[in-house]
């Protein structure tokens, strides 16, 4: 059943809610859980410290792969069906990651893992704006955003304490409950949004856009080795090939036109300047707690949860709030906060000072609560409901490659103080050189984000209600 017009009860929106937000929490939770395990995972695998990024890596490119033919397809065929879809890839390729045998079966199973987050996050925000009235939305995608931020937080302390407790293995067994639940959540919703129904799929446009964005990610994330320039020069080519195919193109994977509109290209590009300013924080973190101040997974897993509780008191009053008054008064704060974050990530020694450290958590998930939910909000109230996926699928990727982009230059900077086949451990003063410069650059990020935040115009209201 087609319910691109449908009325829908209180009780069907508590269903997509629901669903949606457990599907939200649980698609970031899949690669944040391996960050405090990544040293466990190495040392039984023996992989070098850069390597092991690769860990997270493998993941990102896969899911920023498959993003926007999804969200595409989920047009085609129902969102409802792609969600489905996505939900069930995450829990076998879990299970099929728990039995790993070697690194490079465990990395495979992490890209099928990223298919699977790609239905996810093409789907859920798109099925919220679908449901909820446009005047109504604020909290229902503050409370979504919330529960990626928390899955994305609490994923690392997750991790860490199971890995310690019982193995890292278990620590992918633990999603199957969460895939489980999403999926009876969903079953009672009867209905399907199909906005696209009948036209054909841009297989064309979906390969251009993959090949391209795989082979820029790729160079990016080798950096400085002799061939990532190549890579970056290719991708950047396939990309501009595959926009200019999507402009003449009738039945487009991805309506570049919609990048014409001046809040929804300004937004985007603020989101994927906060993931690229921040995500790296918990990834290092994880790494400086445990190498430098010889902390257990799960005790600096511990530590770490100080951000997704601010993110989880913050974020749903942000959203309601962004309803309310010009959102770009909250995003541009939340970037403030991130530029004080990565700040403070600079001044990292040695010697650990956990004042400094809970002070950065803080600064983070502020960052992240007051940015966030009002920036979905902004983006999707200004497009029409035939562009959510579009647009879910957009802030998806910008999200994605925002944190691939984080982890790249962390990694970038590791191999250029450390080389690729050392332990941190052996190496600290370095480690400690490679967080000063990669936090430069995300503070330069995060600077550019406050600044394009606040010069944004007012949004446009498209008067689109029917929501």
């Not at 991805?254 to 990834?283: M, P």
């Amino acid at each position: 059943m087609n319910a691109e017009s449908a009325d829908f009860s209180s009780r069907e929106k508590r269903i997509v809610l629901i669903a949606c937000c457990i599907g939200a929490f649980m698609a970031p939770l899949t690669t944040t859980m391996i960050n405090l395990a990544v040293p466990t995972i190495a040392g039984e695998f023996s992989i070098s410290a850069h390597n092991q990024g690769w860990l997270v890596m493998a993941y990102f490119l896969s899911s920023v792969a498959f993003m926007v033919p999804m969200s595409r397809l989920s047009d085609l065929y129902g969102k409802k069906m792609l969600f489905v879809i996505g939900v069930v890839i995450v829990l076998f390729s879990s299970l099929m990651s728990a039995l790993s045998a070697s690194f490079t079966i465990l990395l495979a199973w992490r890209l099928i893992t990223g298919l699977g987050t790609a239905c996810i996050a093409s789907t859920s925000i798109s099925m919220i704006a679908q449901v909820y009235p446009k005047a109504s939305r604020g909290l229902p995608l503050a409370l979504n955003t919330m529960c990626i931020y928390i899955g994305a937080s609490l994923g690392p302390a997750l991790g860490g304490v199971i890995t310690d407790v019982f193995g890292w293995r278990y620590m992918f067994l633990s999603l199957i409950p969460f895939s489980v639940s999403a999926l009876l959540v969903i079953f009672f919703f009867k209905k399907d949004f199909r906005t696209s129904a009948g036209e054909p799929f841009d297989l064309k446009g979906s390969l251009l856009y993959g090949i391209g964005i795989v082979a820029l990610m790729y160079g990016v994330l080798t950096v400085p080795s002799m061939t990532s320039a190549a890579f970056i020069a290719a991708g950047i080519v396939i990309l501009m090939i595959f926009f200019n195919f999507e402009t003449k193109y009738e039945y487009p994977v991805l309506k570049v036109g919609l990048f014409k509109g001046r809040t929804f290209r300004r937004s985007t590009l603020a989101a994927f300047l906060n993931y690229g300013s921040s995500y790296a924080v918990i990834y290092t973190l994880s790494l400086y707690l445990q190498n430098v101040g010889s902390m257990t997974a799960a005790a600096a897993g511990l530590v770490i949860l100080v951000q997704p509780a601010v993110q989880a008191i913050v974020t749903p009053f942000a959203g309601r709030t962004s309803d309310k008054i010009n959102p770009r008064v909250l995003t541009t704060a939340g970037m403030i906060m991130m530029c004080c974050g990565t700040a403070l990530m600079i001044t990292l020694t040695s010697n650990v000072e956990m004042m400094e450290i809970y002070t950065i958590l803080l600064c983070t998930g502020l960052g992240y609560a007051l940015f966030s939910s009002p920036n979905t909000n902004l983006i999707m109230g200004n497009v029409t409901s035939k562009d959510y996926s579009e647009s879910s699928g957009v802030i998806s990727v910008m999200r994605q490659v925002g944190m691939m982009t984080s982890v790249a230059v962390i990694m970038c900077m590791i191999a250029v103080t450390m080389g690729t086949n050392t332990a941190i451990a052996g190496m600290v003063d370095e480690f400690i050189t490679a967080i000063r410069y990669a936090f430069s650059v995300c503070f330069l990020l995060a600077a550019a984000g406050a600044f394009m935040t606040w010069f944004s115009k007012e949004p446009i209201d498209t008067g689109d209600s029917a929501g």
